[in-house]
């Protein structure tokens, strides 16, 4: 069966980074790609960015350019979403999801979802 | 970016009642629309696709409508089950949510 399992909470300080992973399985890695998707506490879900499995071509929300970095490891079939420059705001349940391989699409099966805190 | 504005933001609602939600984007998106319901400690699970198509194994009392800017999820009898947040979603360009409907008793 289909399986996105994410890595564990982290509590960094402001300016900080954080780097979370999504191993995949049950599936051909290379014929999807992985949209990253954040909760903030008592808010909606925020689309952040894509990745395809496939060649790693990539695309996020212009308010995370600069700060955001994905990338993909088809070897162990293994997304990894790094967000730099940490501010409090960026507080939130991180999930990575499978999407479509060449744009972003429907987003199917999602991780669990990694708490990161952002806290001085 | 294109951005999603969905209303209301809170409904309340009785099982049996006919339930909508309506989703416009900031700009013409097509048919490209998605619609999730999200609850608590769960992952959101896709309901609708390219506006109106139903996902595999989701209730037939579920249905979605539109194109362009507007869009509707309809309920059209609300079930226990059914009382979640639901998200409209975007893919036309990139992607982006809506801000949420959560459905209360």
């Known amino acids: 069966q289909v399986q996105l399992v994410q890595s564990g909470a982290e509590v960094k300080r402001p300016g900080a980074s954080v780097k979370v992973s999504c191993k995949a399985s049950g599936y051909s890695f290379t014929t999807y790609g992985v949209s990253w998707v954040r909760q903030a506490p008592g808010l909606g879900l925020e689309w952040m960015g894509w990745i395809s499995g496939y060649n790693g071509h990539t695309n996020n929300a212009q308010k995370f350019q600069g700060r955001l970095t994905m990338t993909t490891d088809t070897s162990s079939t293994t997304a990894y979403l790094e967000l730099r420059s940490l501010r409090p705001d960026d507080t939130a349940v991180y999930y990575c999801a499978r999407d479509s391989v060449g744009t972003t699409g429907v987003v199917d099966y999602w991780g669990q979802g990694t708490l990161v805190t952002v806290s001085s | 970016d294109i951005q999603m504005t969905q209303s209301p933001s809170t409904l309340s609602a009785s099982v049996g009642d006919r339930v909508t939600i309506t989703c416009r984007a900031s700009?013409?998106?097509?048919?490209?629309l998605a619609w999730y319901q999200h609850k608590p400690g769960k992952a959101p699970r896709p309901l609708i696709y390219?506006?109106?198509s139903l996902e595999s194994g989701v209730p037939s009392r579920f249905s979605g409508t539109g194109s362009g800017t507007e869009f509707t999820l309809t309920i059209s009898s609300l079930q226990p089950d059914d009382f979640a947040t639901y998200y409209c979603q975007q893919y036309n360009y990139y992607s982006t949510f809506g801000q949420g409907t959560t459905v209360e008793v």
């Open positions: 700009q013409s998106i097509g048919d490209w």
């Open positions: 390219k506006a109106s």
